[in-house]
Structure formats: structure tokens, C-alpha cells
């Protein structure tokens, strides 16, 4: 048997490839294991935020308004906050445990140890938040829903919409978390950048009401194509032109997942 | 099952053990426990295909800036040997062993791991080494078995081996009583040991150990200890670097001792000892002016000493009737005189 054995050539080990779906699953576990430890907490915020601004902009606000560009004012703002629910969900979670995790508790280190490129750990980190933000955008629609919202069969598409979108904010928040050089510095990215891209989204307000600027600003703001996409979807009124805005959400999450793949190797690889 | 190659592996470590500690033995014999059933699983990584050695560096060179961590370092690690880097923090083990699994890219230099040339094949080595990093960077929240479980994924482990893979890391980390722990539960010692199963879980043919045993008390890194020994006799190839010069006396066949990103020294412990540090030491405590003393007068005899806080050690003495303490020569003489340097 042993004398055999010998004679029998070794297996010739199979090839590696780049973007292999082993590897993204490897890192999309080890999230998923993770993730059962803190869903409570995790899901808790991203219910309860949602629900807040829906009270405070639906029955606050809404009391003075009644209806927003042709929409009831909490139809409009229900559909919004879907948007700024992806980015929250999609960008801050990015940044923070991204940070932390190479930062602090070096898991990349152990990851990259094993047969795993770091395009494949940012890939597979910003899929699996974009599966979470997928879940997490239809919220405030559901809460929506409470307040009178009419259910629609479009609001299928609103996960799919959502997780494109996340998928986009977890890899810019790769990004911003390959460039920090602490946790602190993330204020000005959230403060300067993240937190002004409400103003000019069209999640509260229409963006017709802003001055010209505002809405050139607009136009290159991802939340606001999401905004206008996940509207579409929800009051049937989906058109050519809305592949204008699913086209900027593509190109948003791939230059935003080249971004981070790029920064992350220079963070990562000395 | 025993793979071709694997008898001229066994021959070659036999030979090595002849030349470096097999007549005086610095390292007390190990005598390998089987492991039930795996055994001749694991023999196979003995074989010496793909390569002349596990690992193969050739004028490593790296750079941080103005500063050369690792300078033109030549490194081998034949099949089925252990192999130790050895040196004080900042002389380069660490960059070195970051540079085995392309974390870290050299500026200058070939490097070969498992006959695979790095960086660009650095996955397909990965594929069949395993890592043991200086920190802790499990997952403290997850159970044991969860942190092999994942591991298990990104070593690819197929689905139906991933559960016989874990219970035998487990066993070999003397683990399996607290597979439902979780991480933060466990005791210093036993994370590091859950560190060793996470990195045998794929059977892997090379292991590599940064600072395994650092931080740790005694009898815990005896425990280690057994533990390195044990995948030794299984057939892994193994890298280890520490600053503990006993554990490298121990357990390595060669070491290379490193200081300022290059090595300074090459060889068996024991050779190395006989080579530059002789049979034996004489050591002399006294008060300070007595300690100067004893170095004039050595230096002006051609003997070589050492300072060691309260003593100083006289080497190579050739049987001089000099007054003090005689004790066999050990790695950290030939540190301290190849070096200058205190190792610890």
C-alpha cells in the first residue's frame, strides 16, 4: 500500500485565481458569524433612526406640509429616508469596522495570511454590507407603510436599489477608513462631506427648490439618484430616465470599490 | 500514503540532527506522541516537491522609508526542518515573516516559499502554509469552533472536511473540552495554542511561528513547546522567530541569527555554540571593579567575555584554572559575542 503510495504523483494543486468566490465567501462567513454576535444592537439603530426622523419629519414637518412635488408630504419623506437609511447603514459601519478591524483588532493580518488578495477582502467586506443595507433601506418603507404609504408592487425593486447603493457607501467608507489616520479623523469625512449631502438629495425637500448650484451639487450626490430611483420604484413612475440614475449608482459603487481596493493595499501591503 | 520525497526528508533531518545536537544534546529528546489517525495524513508534507527548501530567500532587502529593516538576508528552510530566525526586536524577524505571506514586498531580492516565487505567487503558497502571528487577532466574540470554522472557508477546506479538520485542531491544541467557549473566556495560553489549531486546520506543509511563546509564563510555553515539537515529527516545514534563545536551542535544527536586518550567523545550535563560544563558560560574579578586572585580564589573555548584569562570562578559556562558576556555553554567548548585543 505504502510502497504504491509513492509512486502515485502529488495532486497537482489547483490554480488561484483573482476574485475567487471562495475567497469572498471565507470573508463574508467570517462576517456573518460575526454578525450573529451583534444583529440586536446592529438592527436596532437602523429601525429606531429611521422611524425617528419618519415621526419627527412626518408628523412635525408634515403638519405644515401636505403634500411635496405631487406627493404626500409622508409618502416623500418615507421613500427619502430610505436613502439616507443606505448611507448610514452602508457608509458608517464601513468606516468604523474597517478601521477597527485592521487597525485594532488586526484581523486583516490574519486574513491576508491565509489565501486571500485584499481585492477580495474589500469585495467581499463591502458585498456583505451591501446585503445588509439591501435589508435595512426597506425600513423606513415598511414603517412608511404604517403611516399610510401604499404598498406597491415596484417596492420589490427597493432592496435591490438599496443594496446597489450600499454597496457603493460600504466601499467609499473602505476608503475613508484606508485613509484615516485614527478614528477621530472620521469627523471631517461625516461632518464635511457625508452629513451635507443630505441638504441636497432631495430626501426632505425636493431638490427643485434649491438654488441652481445646489442642484448641480445634487446631480453628482449618489443619495439623490438613489432618492429618485427608489421613488420611481415605489410610485410606479420608472423610466429611460431613471437609467441615468441607476447608471451613476453603478459607476458610483465601482469607483468607489476601485478606491478602496487601492487604499486598503497601500494600508495593508507594506 | 506515504508521498515520494518523504524518506529523503526523514534521511535529511536525521542528518541534521547527526551534525548539529546528536552527540551532545542541548535539546532534551522529544519523543513525539502519535496522533491518532492522522499520522500518515500529515507525512506527506514532508515532500520535497516544488523546490529545493520550503523556504528560499536570496539578498532580501526592505525598506521602511530611511530606514532598512531587512538587509540583504539570505535564508533557507529545508523540507521537513525547523528552522529559527533569532535576534533582538527591530533586527528584522518580524518584517522577514511578513514578507512570507507578500504582507510585506521586498524592495530587492527572490524570495521562494513552497517553490512558489513571491509576491506574484504568494496565494498558491498561502494555499499551504500556515501563519501563527506575534498578536492575538482572533475573534474574540466567536466561540473557538467559529473562529476554525471560518478559517476552514478561507483555507478552503471543502465542506464535508471542515468538521474532521476542526476536531483534529482541536485535539492537537488540546482544545476539544472547549470547543463552545468563547474567545475572550479562554486563558492567554490557550488563545495562543487556538492561534497554532487555526493554522494546522488545512494540514499545512509549512508553518510559520512569529514570537510564538512572547508574553507567555513558563509552563505554558513548555506546552508550546511540545506543541512545535509535535508538528516537527508530523513533517512540517517550520519558520520560527523568537528572541528566546532556549526555545530556539530546543526545538530548532538551524537558526540564523539576525542582527540590524542581516544575519550574523548561520548554522545548528549546537555548532554554532562549539564554533564560536566554545565548550564552556566560566562565570564571575563580584562587585563592579572586580568585574573590570576580570575583562582586562581576560582580553589581555585573548579570552572572550560577556557581561551579564551581576557576572561576567569568560569564554573560550581552553581550561584555564580561572575562579568562578562553570557552566556549558549556550546560543545567547554566541549572540552576544557575534552582535554586541543583549538579546532580551
Given at each position: 500500500?505504502?510502497?504504491?503510495?509513492?509512486?502515485?504523483?502529488?495532486?497537482?494543486?489547483?490554480?488561484?485565481?483573482?476574485?475567487?468566490?471562495?475567497?469572498?465567501?471565507?470573508?463574508?462567513?467570517?462576517?456573518?458569524?460575526?454578525?450573529?454576535?451583534?444583529?440586536?444592537?446592529?438592527?436596532?439603530?437602523?429601525?429606531?433612526?429611521?422611524?425617528?426622523?419618519?415621526?419627527?419629519?412626518?408628523?412635525?414637518?408634515?403638519?405644515?406640509?401636505?403634500?411635496?412635488?405631487?406627493?404626500?408630504?409622508?409618502?416623500?419623506?418615507?421613500?427619502?429616508?430610505?436613502?439616507?437609511?443606505?448611507?448610514?447603514?452602508?457608509?458608517?459601519?464601513?468606516?468604523?469596522?474597517?478601521?477597527?478591524?485592521?487597525?485594532?483588532?488586526?484581523?486583516?493580518?490574519?486574513?491576508?495570511?491565509?489565501?486571500?488578495?485584499?481585492?477580495?477582502?474589500?469585495?467581499?467586506?463591502?458585498?456583505?454590507?451591501?446585503?445588509?443595507?439591501?435589508?435595512?433601506?426597506?425600513?423606513?418603507?415598511?414603517?412608511?407603510?404604517?403611516?399610510?404609504?401604499?404598498?406597491?408592487?415596484?417596492?420589490l425593486?427597493?432592496?435591490?436599489?438599496?443594496a446597489?447603493?450600499?454597496?457603493?457607501?460600504?466601499?467609499?467608507?473602505?476608503?475613508?477608513?484606508?485613509?484615516?489616520?485614527?478614528?477621530?479623523?472620521?469627523?471631517?469625512?461625516?461632518?464635511?462631506?457625508?452629513?451635507?449631502?443630505?441638504?441636497?438629495?432631495?430626501?426632505?425637500?425636493?431638490?427643485?427648490?434649491?438654488p441652481?448650484w445646489?442642484?448641480?451639487?445634487?446631480?453628482?450626490?449618489?443619495?439623490?439618484?438613489?432618492?429618485?430611483?427608489?421613488?420611481?420604484?415605489?410610485?410606479?413612475?420608472?423610466?429611460?430616465?431613471?437609467?441615468?440614475?441607476?447608471?451613476?449608482?453603478?459607476?458610483?459603487?465601482?469607483?468607489?470599490?476601485?478606491?478602496?481596493?487601492?487604499?486598503?493595499?497601500?494600508?495593508?501591503?507594506? | 500514503?506515504?508521498?515520494?520525497?518523504?524518506?529523503?526528508a526523514?534521511r535529511?533531518?536525521?542528518?541534521?540532527?547527526?551534525?548539529?545536537?546528536?552527540?551532545?544534546?542541548?535539546?532534551?529528546?522529544?519523543?513525539p506522541?502519535?496522533?491518532?489517525?492522522?499520522?500518515?495524513?500529515?507525512?506527506?508534507?514532508?515532500?520535497?516537491?516544488?523546490?529545493?527548501?520550503?523556504?528560499?530567500?536570496?539578498?532580501?532587502?526592505?525598506?521602511?522609508?530611511?530606514?532598512?529593516?531587512?538587509?540583504?538576508l539570505?535564508?533557507?528552510?529545508?523540507?521537513?526542518?525547523?528552522?529559527?530566525?533569532?535576534?533582538?526586536?527591530?533586527?528584522?524577524?518580524?518584517?522577514?515573516?511578513?514578507?512570507?505571506?507578500?504582507?510585506?514586498?521586498?524592495?530587492e531580492?527572490?524570495?521562494?516559499?513552497?517553490?512558489?516565487?513571491?509576491?506574484?505567487?504568494?496565494?498558491?503558497?498561502?494555499?499551504?502554509?500556515?501563519?501563527?502571528?506575534?498578536?492575538?487577532?482572533?475573534?474574540?466574540?466567536?466561540?473557538?469552533?467559529?473562529?476554525?470554522?471560518?478559517?476552514?472557508?478561507?483555507?478552503?477546506?471543502?465542506a464535508?472536511?471542515?468538521?474532521?479538520?476542526?476536531?483534529?485542531?482541536?485535539?492537537?491544541?488540546?482544545?476539544?473540552?472547549?470547543?463552545?467557549?468563547?474567545?475572550?473566556?479562554?486563558?492567554?495560553?490557550?488563545?495562543?495554542?487556538?492561534?497554532?489549531?487555526?493554522?494546522?486546520?488545512?494540514?499545512?506543509?509549512?508553518?510559520?511561528?512569529?514570537?510564538?511563546?512572547?508574553?507567555?509564563?513558563?509552563?505554558?510555553?513548555?506546552?508550546?513547546?511540545?506543541?512545535?515539537?509535535?508538528?516537527?515529527?508530523?513533517?512540517?516545514?517550520?519558520?520560527?522567530?523568537?528572541?528566546?534563545?532556549?526555545?530556539a536551542?530546543?526545538?530548532?535544527?538551524?537558526?540564523?541569527?539576525?542582527?540590524?536586518?542581516?544575519?550574523?550567523?548561520?548554522?545548528?545550535?549546537?555548532?554554532?555554540?562549539?564554533?564560536?563560544?566554545?565548550p564552556?563558560?566560566?562565570?564571575?560574579?563580584?562587585?563592579?571593579?572586580?568585574?573590570?578586572?576580570?575583562?582586562?585580564?581576560?582580553?589581555?589573555?585573548?579570552?572572550?567575555?560577556?557581561?551579564?548584569?551581576?557576572?561576567?562570562?569568560?569564554?573560550?578559556?581552553?581550561?584555564?584554572?580561572?575562579?568562578?562558576?562553570?557552566?556549558?556555553?549556550n546560543?545567547?554567548?554566541?549572540?552576544?559575542?557575534?552582535?554586541?548585543?543583549?538579546?532580551?
Amino acid at each position: 500500500m505504502a510502497a504504491a503510495a509513492t509512486t502515485a504523483p502529488a495532486p497537482a494543486p489547483r490554480r488561484l485565481r483573482r476574485l475567487e468566490r471562495a475567497a469572498l465567501a471565507g470573508v463574508m462567513v467570517r462576517e456573518v458569524v460575526n454578525y450573529s454576535s451583534f444583529w440586536r444592537s446592529s438592527t436596532f439603530s437602523s429601525t429606531v433612526d429611521p422611524t425617528i426622523y419618519l415621526l419627527a419629519f412626518g408628523f412635525g414637518f408634515g403638519s405644515l406640509v401636505s403634500t411635496v412635488a405631487g406627493y404626500d408630504y409622508i409618502d416623500f419623506v418615507g421613500t427619502g429616508i430610505v436613502a439616507t437609511t443606505v448611507l448610514f447603514s452602508g457608509a458608517f459601519p464601513a468606516m468604523y469596522s474597517t478601521f477597527v478591524k485592521f487597525h485594532f483588532q488586526h484581523t486583516y493580518d490574519a486574513i491576508l495570511a491565509a489565501p486571500v488578495d485584499v481585492e477580495e477582502l474589500v469585495t467581499a467586506e463591502a458585498l456583505w454590507i451591501a446585503v445588509r443595507t439591501g435589508v435595512y433601506g426597506c425600513v423606513p418603507m415598511l414603517v412608511a407603510m404604517v403611516f399610510g404609504l401604499d404598498p406597491s408592487v415596484g417596492m420589490l425593486l427597493v432592496p435591490f436599489i438599496a443594496a446597489l447603493a450600499g454597496s457603493g457607501w460600504a466601499a467609499f467608507g473602505i476608503f475613508i477608513a484606508a485613509r484615516g489616520k485614527s478614528i477621530e479623523s472620521f469627523s471631517y469625512w461625516q461632518s464635511g462631506l457625508l452629513t451635507p449631502m443630505f441638504l441636497v438629495a432631495g430626501t426632505f425637500f425636493p431638490l427643485s427648490q434649491l438654488p441652481q448650484w445646489a442642484q448641480i451639487l445634487g446631480n453628482v450626490n449618489p443619495l439623490y439618484h438613489c432618492v429618485e430611483l427608489v421613488r420611481a420604484a415605489v410610485f410606479g413612475t420608472l423610466g429611460w430616465a431613471d437609467l441615468g440614475h441607476l447608471a451613476f449608482l453603478v459607476g458610483f459603487a465601482l469607483v468607489s470599490w476601485r478606491l478602496a481596493v487601492r487604499f486598503m493595499e497601500r494600508r495593508l501591503i507594506l | 500514503m506515504l508521498r515520494p520525497g518523504h524518506g529523503e526528508a526523514v534521511r535529511a533531518r536525521l542528518r541534521t540532527a547527526a551534525d548539529g545536537y546528536g552527540t551532545m544534546s542541548v535539546r532534551p529528546p522529544m519523543i513525539p506522541r502519535p496522533i491518532p489517525g492522522r499520522t500518515s495524513q500529515m507525512l506527506h508534507h514532508a515532500d520535497t516537491s516544488g523546490g529545493a527548501a520550503a523556504i528560499r530567500l536570496r539578498g532580501f532587502v526592505k525598506r521602511f522609508g530611511g530606514v532598512t529593516a531587512v538587509d540583504g538576508l539570505d535564508l533557507d528552510v529545508p523540507y521537513g526542518s525547523c528552522v529559527g530566525l533569532l535576534g533582538p526586536n527591530g533586527a528584522g524577524k518580524s518584517t522577514t515573516m511578513k514578507a512570507l505571506t507578500a504582507q510585506v514586498i521586498a524592495d530587492e531580492g527572490t524570495l521562494e516559499v513552497l517553490g512558489h516565487r513571491l509576491p506574484g505567487d504568494s496565494k498558491q503558497a498561502r494555499a499551504a502554509m500556515g501563519v501563527v502571528p506575534q498578536l492575538d487577532n482572533l475573534d474574540v466574540q466567536l466561540t473557538v469552533e467559529q473562529n476554525l470554522l471560518v478559517f476552514c472557508h478561507l483555507y478552503r477546506v471543502p465542506a464535508r472536511a471542515r468538521r474532521p479538520a476542526i476536531d483534529r485542531a482541536l485535539a492537537i491544541a488540546n482544545l476539544t473540552r472547549r470547543r463552545g467557549a468563547r474567545v475572550d473566556e479562554l486563558s492567554g495560553g490557550m488563545r495562543r495554542r487556538l492561534l497554532i489549531a487555526r493554522a494546522l486546520l488545512h494540514e499545512p506543509r509549512l508553518v510559520l511561528l512569529d514570537e510564538p511563546t512572547v508574553g507567555l509564563d513558563p509552563q505554558v510555553r513548555q506546552e508550546l513547546w511540545a506543541l512545535i515539537d509535535r508538528m516537527r515529527s508530523d513533517g512540517v516545514s517550520i519558520l520560527m522567530s523568537t528572541h528566546y534563545i532556549e526555545e530556539a536551542e530546543r526545538l530548532c535544527d538551524e537558526v540564523t541569527i539576525m542582527s540590524h536586518g542581516r544575519a550574523v550567523a548561520v548554522g545548528a545550535p549546537r555548532a554554532l555554540i562549539a564554533e564560536h563560544a566554545g565548550p564552556e563558560a566560566i562565570e564571575v560574579y563580584g562587585p563592579p571593579l572586580r568585574l573590570s578586572e576580570v575583562e582586562a585580564d581576560a582580553l589581555a589573555r585573548g579570552w572572550r567575555t560577556r557581561r551579564t548584569g551581576t557576572s561576567v562570562a569568560v569564554l573560550h578559556t581552553n581550561g584555564s584554572d580561572l575562579e568562578g562558576e562553570r557552566r556549558v556555553t549556550n546560543l545567547e554567548d554566541v549572540f552576544v559575542l557575534l552582535t554586541g548585543e543583549e538579546i532580551a
